[in-house]
Structures are given as C-alpha cells and as structure tokens.
C-alpha cells in the first residue's frame, strides 16, 4: 500500500487499484471506508458485478413493460397530437417538415427558444425513422427513455460504492430498479427527466473523482458533460458553480493547483454551448441564453389560481385561447418581453403571496404535499399516496445526508450541494415532482445508506 499524492489511500492488487478515503478523512485515523469497512474487506475486480447488470436489466424489463400499457395515451390526436412530446415533440415535428427549431404549439408560431435543443433533436431523429406521431415512434421515445433511466443504475451503483461501500451499492441498484417515480417518469414520459437524472448522477460522480485529480482530459470531459447537461435541461447549470468551487476547495486542501484544471472545464463548457448560443443569436439577432421562458413559468406558478401549484391562464398552452392568439400575433420574443413585464408586477402587487407559494413549492419538493381540498385532489388524486412514498424516501434521505455528514463530510458535501442548489429555481416558479426526479437518484443513495446502516454488519474472516 502507498499514500497518493491526491491524500488517498490506493490498495494495489494485481487487477484493480482502488481508491478509499485517507485517515485525514477517517475517525480516529483507521483505515476505512465510510461505512466503516476496512481496506481489506474492499473487493478488488475490474468486471462488472453481476448484481449491478442483473439490477440493469431487470429495471429495464419494468420499464419495458410500463410503456406497454402506457403508449397509446401518447397517440392522441388532440391539439395536434400535442400528448406526444409537448412542446419538444412539435418542434420536433418542425424538425423533420424542414421549418427548423421553431414551432412549440399545434399553430405555427415561427422560431423558438421555448426548450434546451437536446430532446426535441432526439425525438426528430427518432421521427425521421419511425415516422411523425406514429405508433412505432411513440414506442420508440418511450423505449429510449426506458433504457436511459434503466442505465442509470450504472452510475448509481458507482457512485454509492465510491462514497459508501459495495453494500449501499447493491441496495441503491436494486432500489433503482424499482423506484416508481424512475419507472413512471421514463416510461410513462417523453419530457427530459431520466436523462437529467442520469446526466446529474455521473456529473456527481466526476466531481467525486476529481476532488483527487488534476488530470486536464478528466476536467475536460466534466466540462463538456456539463455542457451536454445544460443543453438537455438548463437548471442544472445552477449546481455546477457550487459542485466547481467544492471541488477546486479539495484540491486547495491538497496543496494542488485547482486552477489550470477548472479553466479547462469552464473552456469545454463554453465550447460546448457556444453553437447553440450562436444559433440564437442568429436566429433572434440578440442574445439568448439556452431558453426564455422563464417569465411565463414564473406566472404559470405566482399568477391566478390559488388551489393549484400550476396556473396556465397566462400560458399559450393553458386554458386561455386569447394567450395562444396574442403568441401567434406578436411572435415569441415580443411575447416573452411582455410576461417579463407581468411577472414584475406580480411581484410588485403581491410579494407577500409571492413567498408563500414559494414556502408551499419547497414542501410539495420534498413532500409530494399541496393540499387536501377535495376540488384540488379530484384533479391530483394521486397525491396522497404520493405524500406518503415521497416523504418517507425524503426522511431516509435526510437520516442517510446526516450520517454521512459525521463519518465523512467530504463525501456529503456533493451530495448536499447538489440537493440544496438545483431545485432552487422550482421554488419561485412552480414545482412538480417530477422537476424533483433529476435528484431522485441521489435521494435512493442516501435513503439506501440510511437502511444498510440500520442492518447489522457483515463480519469477515
């Protein structure tokens, strides 16, 4: 065994080298991971587990299985088939009839920056081979979306074994595998959430990796991942200063120069946004960065009616045909301009209501709770199940953050910032449970931490 320079201990075997926290990291300087295993109960191989390709397939049979009592929902003529996609699945359609990245409603609208360019270019893609608004294709996207979500185990798996031992690995696995909001938001969806989910686990998981690195294509890699993240959901950017300064932190701790590496990343990250930056630009002939509706979901959430967490009277997509007409009439940046204007009069005339609703969305995030007004729940009659699975993994979460907390913080942290950051902006506009989902598999980890903690330990010879 020899001491890294990174401040690791580094076991060497003649098939793997792996990686565990140093006695600056450990209490009472033992030599352990953070779930008190010693070094040499750390299993050294290169394949992969099979309980980690088993948890792979079988989460992909659910979800496979899911899309087929669901897809039809998805052939919906109404609205244009507005059900297939949303917004992303019309501008996807626009794709494909060769009007390009415009038209986010069942009317033509011209250009758009209504949504990040990653989904809607994967669904024109699946179109292009399957077809517009077909069965195959609704197939297709759903299967996508299944698998995305059912390969998202990998990086689970990796990133509870690296924080917290093989054990939680197994159980973060498997739970994946079954974890209904992971199986509804993918086979059940054909909006972004698995792919965020699964971009923020291996985004958590990097950053773990170079707490220890300075290795330029590493940070390289970050940065364009980073990049591929933003363009498939632009809230993710928000974590990225916080998870950055954590990790340039480490490396300060470390007496490592922090700052050739982290302006590699921020390079790739550039590079990475700059051709749809430019695209919107010289589409709008002035800047626009990734999407411009951050108005419009602001009043979706602040504006209106007060029993639900979303309101759509001032939305093209809502209940208020004079919205869509206005949209059509004035086109989407002139539109966008005037719900800017709005939004600050809200928040003018009622800042009071303003931070109460915001009180309410950060409760509905972590508890599935809105309100238990009949009216409400005949619109939303799942939710008291959902206040019941949604708390209860929010507890475990909780337990699993603090104990991770006192054994190795530098192990919580990440973790921590990354709960605490992304879903910020969904408290000030308006939040679904499904916004939450990007954060779910960081929230099975810990919930899975919490559990194998409470079981008795396993002893080894």
């Known amino acids: 065994m020899r001491v890294a320079k990174a401040g690791e201990a580094v076991l060497r075997t003649e098939e793997q ?20 295993l010693g070094v040499d109960e750390i299993p050294a191989n290169n394949r992969i587990p099979p309980t980690l390709l088993w948890a792979t397939v079988v989460a992909l049979a659910v979800r496979l299985v899911m899309v087929c009592f669901v897809y039809q929902s998805f052939l919906d003529p109404g609205r244009d088939h507005w059900e297939f996609g949303y917004e992303a699945g019309k501008i996807a359609r626009s794709i494909i009839t060769g009007h390009g990245f415009s038209n986010p409603y069942w009317v033509n609208t011209g250009p758009t920056a209504e949504v990040a360019p990653v989904l809607p270019y994967v669904i024109a893609g699946i179109m292009a081979v399957f077809g517009i608004y077909t069965k195959a294709a ?62 923020l686990t291996l985004l958590l998981l990097i950053a773990l990796h170079l707490q220890s690195s300075t290795r330029l294509g590493s940070w390289a890699g970050f940065g364009c991942l980073s990049g591929l993240s933003a363009l498939t959901a632009p809230v993710v950017l928000g974590t990225l200063p916080f998870l950055g300064g954590w990790i340039c932190w480490r490396l300060q701790r470390q007496k490592r120069n922090w700052v050739l590496p982290a302006g590699v990343a921020g390079l790739a990250l550039v590079f990475t946004l700059a051709p749809w930056l430019i695209h919107n630009y010289r589409t ?33 997509c809502g209940n208020n045909p004079a919205e869509m007409a206005e949209f059509q009439k004035v086109g989407e940046q002139a539109y966008m301009a005037e719900k800017w204007r709005q939004a600050f009069d809200v928040v003018r005339s009622n800042p009071g209501v303003i931070v109460w609703r915001s009180i309410r969305r950060v409760v509905y995030m972590w508890t599935g709770y809105w309100s238990f007004n009949p009216d409400y729940l005949r619109e939303e009659p799942f939710d008291p199940a959902n206040i019941v699975f949604c708390t209860a993994f929010t507890a475990l979460a909780i337990v699993g953050l603090s104990k991770a907390f006192r054994k190795v913080p530098s192990v919580a942290t990440p973790y921590a910032l990354v709960l605490l950051i992304y879903p910020l902006i969904y408290y000030f506009t308006h939040s679904d449970l499904a916004y939450r989902h990007p954060l779910d598999p960081e929230i099975v980890i810990l919930g899975s931490y919490a559990v194998v903690s409470w079981l008795p330990q396993r002893r080894t010879a």
């Open 138 to 199: 609704a197939l297709a996207v759903l299967s996508l979306n299944s698998l995305v979500s059912a390969i998202t185990c990998v990086p689970i798996f990796f990133l509870a074994k690296k924080s917290f031992g093989l054990r939680e690995a197994r159980w973060a696995a498997w739970t994946w595998a079954f974890f209904p909001y992971a199986v509804q938001y993918s086979a059940d969806s054909m909006w972004d959430h698995a792919l965020t989910a699964l971009f």
């Open 284 to 316: 709008f002939h002035h800047p626009v960065f990734l999407k411009d509706t951050l108005p419009m979901v602001f009043l979706d959430g602040n504006y209106g009616n007060k029993l639900h967490w979303w309101d759509g009277s001032l939305d093209p």
């Open 17 to 36: 080298t792996v990686s565990v926290p140093t006695k600056e990291d450990s209490p009472k300087g033992v030599m352990r991971t953070p779930t008190g």
